[in-house]
Nanobody, 120 residues
Framework: QVQLVESGGGLVQAGGSLRLSCAAS????????MGWYRQAPGKQRDMVAT???????NYADSVKGRFTISRDNAKNTVYLQMNSLEPEDTAVYTC??????????????WGQGTQVTVSS
């Protein structure tokens, strides 16, 4: 089993910054992709940013230039640096990871989510 534990959410004023972290643990052989998704009240869950094992990144248009995703492969950890936050960024942010299990097979795992609230 693979577990993802997020940290770093909270309340911030518009224009401020937050940094989210997500650490993966468990029966992991390798992680091919890690990412962040978010869901605002009454809306569907959307991709925010993803990063592959070769550090290829992909961002939602709404966060390009403001958010930066990075990962530490040695720690199986992904980060999301969020700058110039806007009230529209308010959502529950959830970490995602996919890869291969130690002992064979593949996994897709989700974290429990962390609340980010941006006040105007």
């Amino acid at each position: 089993q693979v577990q993802l534990v997020e940290s770093g959410g909270g309340l911030v004023q518009a224009g401020g910054s937050l940094r989210l972290s997500c650490a993966a643990s468990g029966s992991i052989f390798s992680i091919s992709v890690m990412g962040w998704y978010r869901q605002a009240p009454g809306k569907q869950r959307d991709m925010v940013a993803t990063i592959t094992s070769t550090t290829s990144t992909n961002y939602a248009d709404s966060v390009k230039g403001r958010f930066t995703i990075s990962r530490d492969n040695a720690k199986n950890t992904v980060y999301l640096q969020m700058n110039s936050l806007e009230p529209e960024d308010t959502a529950v942010y959830t970490c995602y990871a996919a890869g291969r299990r130690s002992g064979g097979g593949y996994f897709n795992a989700w974290g429990q989510g962390t609340q980010v609230t941006v006040s105007s």
